[in-house]
């Protein structure tokens, strides 16, 4: 299966590789003339988000979030990027649609190339960035209905490890979610403070507040969730204590109504001379109708007390 793919339109190439092999990345440095540190890192495994200038092109390398709908797990994947004027090349393992789509749509559209293939390569790279960050939301939205459906099970009678093991991922999540994006409002700016007149960004004005502005915005509702999640693991930790004192209160005074109770027949039980009961005639009924008297009376006096 071929994992290398280009479009060329009006002196701009864009090549897509789908597999982080050796041999796809030894192809694009011959081609393009990459340097060999690049190329390592652009292996597995992945590297921390950052920007760097070269002689003759930049080098980004961004994460991403993938949500796995199965497990409900959010993960993250790389994608590295090299840009030049005339070329974007896009490192990645295949697993964002978003790319993929709007590679596929470059590919077999006429009106996509005319649009998107103007101007110098950075055009292709803010298109793509932009479209990448704005498909985060409808995760962000999927984040915000577990956290609504978890604080819902938050008061109904669940087992304390099934709401433990909700919680646990949900904050696993959201930390997963935090670090892939933190660096990309960093690797923005500083493509902008760095870019040089060859990437004619100026042109693309637009793109660079958009960008800001969705960056800004993902953020914020992380923000948001991670006060959320935590609001609702200190609840959840709130309501498991209160369970646990019920169960413990409930289990005291089963003792000390069991412990008396258990050493009045146990005395009226000994067969001695003199022991009270023993011998009588429905000695048996006396001494149970006097243990459930003292039982209804303590009962009574914890009532009183407001200890139940």
């Known amino acids: 299966m071929k994992h290398l793919h280009d479009i060329s339109h009006g002196g701009v190439v864009w090549v897509n590789v789908t597999k982080q092999g050796e041999k796809e990345l030894r192809e694009i440095q011959q081609r393009f003339g990459l340097l060999e540190p690049d190329i390592k890192e652009s292996l597995p495994p992945f590297q921390r988000p950052k920007i760097v200038k070269r002689g003759s092109y930049y080098f980004l390398v961004l994460q991403w979030p993938v949500f796995d709908r199965d497990s409900r797990k959010l993960g993250f994947t790389e994608v590295d990027f090299f840009l030049s004027g005339q070329f974007l090349l896009t490192v990645h393992d295949g697993k964002l649609v978003p790319l993929g789509e709007f590679f596929a749509e470059c590919a077999k559209g006429a009106t996509a190339r ?24 409808p995760i962000l939205l999927h984040v915000n209905d577990d956290i609504t459906r978890v604080d819902r ?19 696993t999540n959201t930390v997963t979610f935090r670090r892939t994006m933190q660096g990309h409002r960093l690797v923005l700016d500083r493509l902008i403070r760095y870019a040089g007149r060859e990437l004619d960004l100026g042109s693309y004005q637009h793109y660079l507040n958009d960008l800001r502005e969705f960056a800004g915005e993902i953020w914020q509702m992380l923000e948001s969730q991670k006060e959320s999640i935590n609001a609702l693991h200190e609840t959840s930790e709130s309501l498991l204590a209160m369970r646990t004192n019920e169960i413990m209160k409930t289990l005291t005074i089963i003792a000390v109504l069991t412990f008396p109770l258990t050493l009045l027949a146990t005395v009226l039980a000994v067969r001695a001379r003199g022991t009270p009961l ?16 003292g039982a209804g009376g303590m009962l009574g006096l914890f009532k009183k007390k407001g200890w139940l």
């Open 114 to 137: 005319a649009n998107y293939f103007a101007g110098t390569a950075a055009h292709l790279l803010l298109e793509l960035l932009s479209r990448l960050l704005d498909s985060i939301f």
């Open 278 to 293: 023993v011998g009588w005639p429905g000695g048996f009924w006396i001494i149970l109708a006097l243990v459930i008297l």
């Open 153 to 171: 099970m938050l008061f109904r009678k669940l087992p304390p490890r099934e709401l433990a093991e909700e919680i646990l991922r949900l904050k």
